[in-house]
């Protein structure tokens, strides 16, 4: 069960128009559901309880700029590790090189902190043409970085970051488009 919020503000200048848009989800139930047996995914690091993005855009003659924010609210899986408990401090006692009685304390990193990414772009339009020039993710904006020493690391990492779900995993670039049309 999730909830849904859709919002769209237009408003016309006498040197242009303005439009915003947002939206967000709010999730309050998820389940995954493998062979039969359905799980709560809730709040694990691809199920996020919050998520919105908001853009805005703005037209004046043959020119449109645009800017976009995407949000992804904070993750954890530290429910699925039980050996994390509240007394561990997030710490976690493993084998060294696979002896058992030979240890070493492991800082496990099992949740993310809020993730914020921004876009923006110019578009011209010359009669039949297009061009568009912008920047995706201009802060650069790193996705989160996970352990993959869990007790339960069933997550894609990229290195120690978390790869796939809703993250940007190549960071800041830009593009350039041009368009005709016949």
Known sequence: RQIDLEAEYRHEFNF??????????WTLEAYEELLGTAENAEDNVYV????GELNARFDRNDWTFFWGADF???????KYNAALSPASQGNLVVPREGNATNTRTARVV???DPWISHDVSVRYNLDT?????????VFAAQPP???GIQVVSWYTRVGNTLAGGPYDIIGRRGFVSVRKTF
């Open 16 to 25: 242009g128009r303005l439009q915003l848009n947002g939206s967000a989800t």
């Open 48 to 51: 996020p309880e919050f998520v």
């Open 72 to 78: 992804i609210g904070e993750t954890s899986n530290e």
């Open 110 to 112: 099992a949740k993310t």
């Open 129 to 137: 043409w297009r061009f568009t020039v912008g920047v995706t993710n």
């Open 145 to 147: 970085k996970m352990s």
